[in-house]
């Protein structure tokens, strides 16, 4: 069976529509922070953890909060709990006592977190401090199930859920924007051209030269210090619209599924590309020999086998010089090649020099 081939073009046309700043990147300092925790999940139905130290341990330590503390050497079972970590994304200017979504993830041999309620649990960032506090009933999509016999049924994943708004913020990140000296606009991917446009699209719309390219991925943007001020600023900015520079040319090979994309800054130039096949098929069939009658002899298989050589060869395809993109789709769709063939005729291209562009597998 022929391999599918998939070929994702993109066009570009020769008056890109415009597009907002918003959507290129962001300003520096606006990010989310990420927060990590460990906790304990209760109330599941015999597909906990049972006798894991680690999970024993969170235990005791949930329980003694209220005042209860186990005699040394005993061990609670823990079929009904679970050990897990628990993440969260900390978004820019979050405030004490708004709602965060959890990700809940058993961290030992847990087979379901379905209908579980997550103790209370402190979140932590990066610099080791508390910064929101998760508790809730879990929503697991996954199903898992165990028959007797040993067989077991397993949909989706159900050691892992969520607990939608299930953390409250604690403490707020400052994010430091509002005294900084200056404002810094971040590409989300590093473009010399764009970089310029973005600066002088910025001091046309606010006048004077508020802002200069720093280099390919950042923009520098004289504000006046003050929160509301800078927010007004960078809303204006955010909403201006500019035509983007044409990217790089580039033709991306994936070679694990056999896709690929070609954008619209590719050219070929004059080359001749002629692809073809052969095919060695090989049938098997075997003839069943029986003895004479009387004989002492034994019934045996006598080999035999039928050899097919087929070569199909397709006519050469002639592409003229400054081939766009559209020319080397029709040209891709009459050669009929699978992936692999398709990277190969793509690599000659390039090594002989016809392909301006940079050819890309990952």
């Known amino acids: 069976m022929r391999a599918l081939l998939i070929v994702i073009a993109l066009f570009f046309s020769t008056s890109a529509q415009a597009e907002r700043i918003k959507d290129m990147g962001q300003f520096e300092g606006l ?19 049972d006798s894991l130290d680690y999970a024993t341990q969170g235990v005791k330590g949930a329980i003694s909060r209220f005042g ?38 058993a961290l030992g041999k847990a087979k379901s977190l379905r209908g579980g309620t997550l103790v209370m649990a402190p979140l932590y960032g990066a610099d080791g401090q508390i910064y929101a506090m998760a508790q809730g009933n879990l929503v697991v999509g996954g199903l898992g199930v165990d028959a007797a016999d040993g067989s ?30 200056h404002l810094t606009f ?22 004077g030269n508020v802002a200069q390219a720093v280099d390919g991925a950042s923009i ?20 201006i619209e500019i035509k ?9 090979v994936n070679a694990r599924t056999g896709t690929v994309v070609i954008n619209g800054a590719v050219r070929v130039g004059p080359a001749a590309v002629s692809h073809g096949k052969l095919t060695v098929k090989v049938d098997e069939n075997p003839t069943v020999v ?19 050589i087929q070569e199909n060869t397709n006519p050469a395809y002639l592409w003229d010089k400054g081939a766009s993109l559209s020319d080397i789709v029709k040209a891709i769709n009459k050669l009929n090649v699978s992936p692999g063939d398709l990277v190969a005729i793509l690599e000659a291209l390039s090594q002989a020099g016809a392909l301006s562009a940079e050819l890309v597998v990952i």
């Open 186 to 207: 971040n590409l989300a991917q590093q473009d010399i051209s764009n970089a310029g446009l973005v600066a002088d699209a910025i001091n046309r719309q606010l006048g």
């Open 68 to 105: 209860v503390n186990l005699p040394a050497g005993i061990n609670p079972a823990l079929k009904n709990a679970a050990a897990v970590m628990i993440t969260a994304e900390l978004p820019p200017f979050a405030k004490p006592g708004q709602r965060l979504d959890v990700t809940v993830s």
């Open 290 to 308: 029986q003895p004479a009658p009387f004989s002492r002899g034994q019934t045996a298989l006598e080999p035999s086998s039928d050899i097919a």
């Open 152 to 181: 077991k049924l397993s949909v989706n994943i159900p050691s892992a859920g969520r607990i939608g708004s299930g953390a409250t913020v604690e403490r707020s990140v400052d994010t430091g924007f509002a005294q900084s000296p």
């Open 244 to 252: 983007k520079a044409q990217p790089p040319a580039r033709v991306i």
């Open 220 to 239: 520098r943007i004289n504000a006046p210090t003050g929160g509301e001020t800078r927010i007004r600023m960078m809303g204006i900015i955010e909403n």
């Open 31 to 49: 990010r989310a922070n990420q927060l990590t925790g460990y906790g304990v999940v209760v109330g599941l139905a015999g597909t906990g953890d």
